[in-house]
């Protein structure tokens, strides 16, 4: 089905090469997260997948046709949310789909009752279907995010990329954020593609990761294969002491992890 | 407005068909395949969408009928208009040759005098003066009244013309006015001054606003004399309140990260100004300079008009005289000037303001055939 096929992925700005030549293939209803550190590329990736910025050169296949530009089929998630401030939830939530209806419909807000449904639903799928009148602007980070969320899924994406989505958010919002996103993932079977730089939220939620390091990648595999030294290797030289803590030990100690994992990178 | 809620009531064709993402199919009546929860928050914002439909009504209406007040204030009940006079008084400004009356069958097709213009703007030198430059190229050069050399034989605005001296008084106006402006505008800051203090700035910029450059002109008239020169200073005086005012505005909506930084580093105010404020602003700034004085280059037409020179003065000559065929080659003198003023400024603030690598000014002039080219297909 929605099937991510990409192939010698390379993007240059100027001298810098933010991608280098990077392949994989992702098949469809995978979770799959993109590690690294700032400026490794992760962005760029999801902007190309997005089709937001165009390639220098190499090939994005997703559904078996080229990205050359947005589709709607592909919801993307921002790490600023991109959400307009000025409306509610509801209406930034509706306006996911406003690819399906015409401009004045849109505008007047004149969609069909199911499009209006799906925007309830969409938001109840994220947990804020008692804020859906409030103004976006006055919702905290994690509820704005929330409603990126939302508005992605209005979208009936087959495809859910996000970027970065809990960068900006406290440990606790940010793990809500990636709840939300999970389920929304499950319950629709949808193929995520979402980057991350925090290891252990990764690694509580990935079920497939992709390293990578100065644009090249440096690691692709499952859960099983996320070992410290696939970190160290992504990370590079860094302090990983203490970074992961065993599945079986218990949230008390995951939360410990936090701390370090945020006081390490 | 009103026909959205007759639109609620009524199924999409889409809807009846289709299985929702939960599995069931939706019938015509409220949300059925939807939960209660879905149900009530979904009535919630249709009484909310009702209010305020029939509180937008209730403005459009109060709109129309202040519009209708202003139209007859404005006399608009009253006109003696005339399609006719309109068209007849058009033929003063568009001069006709007519061609082909020896074609049987036809009475001939009007062309327009697109020559009487181009004399006329030869004549007096509108856009152009082939005196200046001449002896620049001439060998050995003489050396021997640099004033001359400089200002006459290279003169940069002079070689332009009638429009030399309008773009003069803009570009000059501008120059003078921009320190002052910013002066003004970074101390009518509320971030700046005090609250009732930086109301002493605003108020004074609010005040040379509220007269319009071409009652400055006349002002200045009586400091300088009647020309130019009256045109430029008051220019630039009302570049102090124009553009000071943007940059106020652009003041108030910078972010108070870099400010608040920079005052932990043991700043002093004008120091926290510059490195937390104004660097905040600086491409914005040139851009809104690069505006005004496009603004400015059209006021120096304007103020022309009062007998300051450029074009603004040939256009109130020509049609003192009632020759209304050259003021319309005058018109498109002031046409073509301010487009390329214009177009100028725009590109320039639009190659400010881009976040891509900038590129170099040979591929800017080099690479733009290829880049139209590249717009018309996209």
Same mark, same amino acid.
Request: no cysteine; hydrophobic share 55%.
């Given at each position: 089905m929605s099937q991510i096929v990409v192939d010698n992925l390379t993007k240059t700005y100027g001298d810098t090469v933010a991608l280098d030549e990077v392949s994989f293939t992702v098949p469809s209803g995978e979770f799959v997260i993109v590690l690294g550190v700032s400026g490794s590329g992760k962005s760029t990736l999801l902007r190309c997948l997005c089709g937001l910025t165009k390639p220098t050169a190499g090939d994005i296949n997703i559904d078996d046709r080229p990205m050359t530009q947005p589709r709607p089929e592909i919801a993307m998630i921002f790490q600023q949310h991109n959400? !307009?401030?000025?409306?509610s939830a509801y209406s930034n939530a509706l306006s996911g789909g406003v690819n399906r209806a015409g401009f004045l419909k849109s505008i007047f807000q004149l969609q069909s009752k199911a499009e209006k449904q799906r925007a309830l639903e969409a938001l109840e799928t994220v947990g804020l279907l008692e804020e859906a009148e409030q103004k976006a602007r006055r919702m905290s980070g994690g509820q704005q995010q929330r409603v990126g969320i939302a508005r992605a899924l209005v979208q009936r994406p087959d495809v859910l990329l996000a970027d970065e989505? !809990?960068?900006?958010?406290d440990p606790g919002s940010a793990q809500d954020v990636m709840h939300y996103l999970k389920d929304a993932s499950n319950e629709r079977d949808l193929t995520t593609f979402i980057s991350l730089h925090q290891v252990n939220i990764a690694r509580k939620f990935g079920q497939r990761f992709i390293g990578l390091h100065d644009g090249k990648k440096v690691f692709d595999g499952y859960r099983e294969d996320l070992t410290l030294e696939a970190v160290d290797t992504i990370y590079g030289d860094i302090d990983t002491d203490g970074m992961f803590v065993g599945d079986e030990q218990s949230e008390a100690d995951s939360s410990e992890s936090d701390r370090q994992t945020e006081a390490t990178l | 407005m009103s026909t959205h809620d007759e639109h609620e009531q009524e199924a999409e064709p889409e809807s009846g068909r289709e299985p929702e993402p939960d599995g069931g199919v939706k019938q015509s009546k409220p949300l059925e395949s939807a939960s209660a929860a879905i149900n009530e928050q979904f009535e919630s914002i249709k009484a909310t969408r009702r209010r305020r439909a029939v509180g937008w009504l209730g403005l459009i209406a109060g709109l129309a009928f202040l519009t209708a007040q202003g139209l007859v204030a404005a006399e608009f009940d009253d006109t003696d208009f005339g399609w006719a006079h309109f068209y007849s008084r058009l033929g003063d400004y568009f001069p006709t040759t007519t061609y082909f009356e020896f074609i049987p069958g036809i009475p001939g097709i009007p062309f327009l005098d697109v020559a009487t213009y181009w004399e006329f703007m030869v004549q007096l030198e509108l856009l152009y003066d082939p005196d200046i430059g001449g002896l620049i190229f001439q060998f050995p050069p003489n050396f021997s009244d640099i004033y001359a050399f400089f200002?006459?034989?290279?003169g940069m605005f002079a070689i332009f013309g009638e429009a030399g001296i309008t773009l003069a008084i803009g570009f000059v106006g501008t120059i003078f006015g921009f320190p002052l402006a910013l002066l003004f505008g970074v101390l009518g800051s509320e971030r700046v001054t005090r609250f009732p203090f930086n109301f002493i700035f605003r108020a004074t910029m609010s005040f040379i606003r509220a007269v319009p450059a071409i009652v400055w002109t006349l002002i200045f008239v009586a400091l300088v004399g009647l020309g130019a020169a009256a045109a430029t200073v008051a220019i630039a005086f009302n570049t102090i309140g124009n553009l000071g005012r943007l940059f106020v505005d652009e003041l108030e909506e910078i972010e108070d990260g870099p400010i608040e930084a920079m005052t932990t580093t043991g700043a002093n105010k004008p120091q926290i100004v510059v490195f937390g404020m104004l660097s905040q602003v600086r491409t914005s700034f040139i851009a809104w300079t690069l505006y005004i004085f496009e603004i400015n280059v059209r006021a120096a037409v304007t103020v022309g008009v009062v007998g300051a020179g450029g074009l603004g003065t040939v256009v109130v000559n020509q049609e003192n005289l009632r020759n209304f065929e050259n003021m319309m080659a005058t018109l498109i003198a002031i046409f073509i000037l301010i487009i390329l003023v214009e177009l100028f400024s725009q590109r320039l603030r639009a190659r400010l303001r881009s976040d891509e690598e900038r590129m170099s000014w040979r591929e800017l002039l080099f690479g733009f055939p290829k880049r139209f080219a590249d717009s018309m297909v996209r």
């Open positions: 959400i !307009v401030g000025d409306m989505p !809990v960068a900006s958010l | 200002f006459q034989e290279m």
